[in-house]
T-cell receptor, first 114, second 113 residues
Framework: EAEVAQSPRYKITEKSQAVAFWCDPISGHATLYWYRQILGQGPELLVQFQDESVVDDSQLPKDRFSAERLKGVDSTLKIQPAELGDSAMYLC????????????FGPGTRLTVT | GENVEQHPSTLSVQEGDSAVIKCTYSDSASNYFPWYKQELGKGPQLIIDIRSNVGEKKDQRIAVTLNKTAKHFSLHITETQPEDSAVYFCAASKGGGADGLTFGKGTHLIIQP
């Protein structure tokens, strides 16, 4: 069964350092999402891509976060500089394009900022 | 924007009994309502979803109901089993699921043996 791949699974970094997460969606899924999940809460959308284009980044803290999907396949989410409040699970999801499409999540990257 | 409220935050039931989790949403334009199960250390897993053109959907022991007028939807799990223990999230979106999802805060379901 096809799955969304994410790496690393765990990351510990010091505040003010840069950190990057990688996501490889299910093959053929043109829509890719990055969510952030703080412990004890539901995921919150950070950015949505359709192929290589950003569809929605209204909730992305653009002063420190950036996301790219250069070839419309895999994607990278970067934080620079990391802050203590960025400690969370970063989840990637993908779906086929268009409506009536389910979102499938990867295992996530657990970030701890010290 | 959309706001999704989920209750209860914790639910403990005896094995074999039924469990019901309820959610309300605020944006009448939302038309897609999935439910996810998340086990410790894992990503959310889609277990069932419903679209605004139907009122109820069932898949074996799991069912979801939707009341568009009242803007609420519920997850029903019958004949609960130990492996049903997890955190369950409801979500809502517009565009039939093409848009990003707005999640509730989750329900920790505990199945007592």
């Amino acid at each position: 069964e096809a799955e969304v791949a994410q790496s690393p699974r765990y990351k510990i970094t010091e505040k003010s350092q840069a950190v990057a997460f990688w996501c490889d969606p299910i093959s053929g899924h043109a829509t890719l999402y990055w969510y952030r999940q703080i412990l004890g809460q539901g995921p919150e959308l950070l950015v949505q891509f359709q192929d290589e284009s950003v569809v929605d980044d209204s909730q992305l803290p653009k002063d420190r976060f950036s996301a790219e999907r250069l070839k419309g396949v895999d994607s990278t989410l970067k934080i620079q500089p990391a802050e203590l409040g960025d400690s969370a699970m970063y989840l990637c999801a993908s779906s086929l394009p268009g409506s009536q499409r389910e979102q499938y999540f990867g295992p996530g990257t657990r970030l701890t900022v010290t | 924007g959309e706001n999704v409220e989920q209750h209860p935050s914790t639910l403990s039931v005896q094995e074999g009994d039924s469990a019901v989790i309820k959610c309300t949403y605020s944006d009448s334009a939302s038309n897609y309502f999935p439910w996810y199960k998340q086990e410790l250390g894992k990503g959310p897993q889609l277990i069932i979803d419903i679209r605004s053109n139907v009122g109820e959907k069932k898949d074996q022991r799991i069912a979801v109901t939707l009341n568009k007028t009242a803007k609420h939807f519920s997850l029903h799990i019958t004949e609960t089993q130990p492996e049903d223990s997890a955190v369950y999230f409801c979500a809502a979106s517009k565009g039939g699921g093409a848009d990003g999802l707005t999640f509730g805060k989750g329900t920790h379901l505990i199945i007592q043996p």
